[in-house]
């Protein structure tokens, strides 16, 4: 993982039953222990992206010593998400 804007991040899923299926990230954002941004899609075992991707906003915040972890994740439509429940 290349933690840096635009830095990519590449990796499989894998089910118990074997079957996997391939992630590509990007970083858009990164304000260090506060917040960054990705885009994250599916794609082929050789990089080739499958969807489009959709926006990914994790921001940390602390309270009373314990950290809280808010994650919103931004698509371009309904369908897009019917058809990424509909992949598994």
């Given at each position: 993982m290349d933690f840096k804007v635009v830095g990519p991040r590449f990796y499989a899923l894998v089910s118990p039953e074997g079957r996997e299926r391939w992630v590509i990230q990007k970083y858009t954002f990164i304000s260090s222990k506060i917040n960054f941004k990705l885009i994250t899609t599916f794609a082929d075992k050789d990089?080739?992206?499958?969807?489009?991707?959709?926006?990914?906003?994790?921001?940390?915040?602390?309270?009373?010593g314990k950290t809280?972890?808010?994650?919103?994740?931004?698509?371009?439509?309904?369908a897009r998400v019917e058809t990424m429940i509909e992949m598994g």
């Open positions: 990089e080739n992206p499958e969807l489009p991707g959709s926006d990914w906003d994790y921001t940390f915040s602390e309270q009373n809280t972890l808010r994650i919103a994740i931004y698509d371009e439509s309904l």
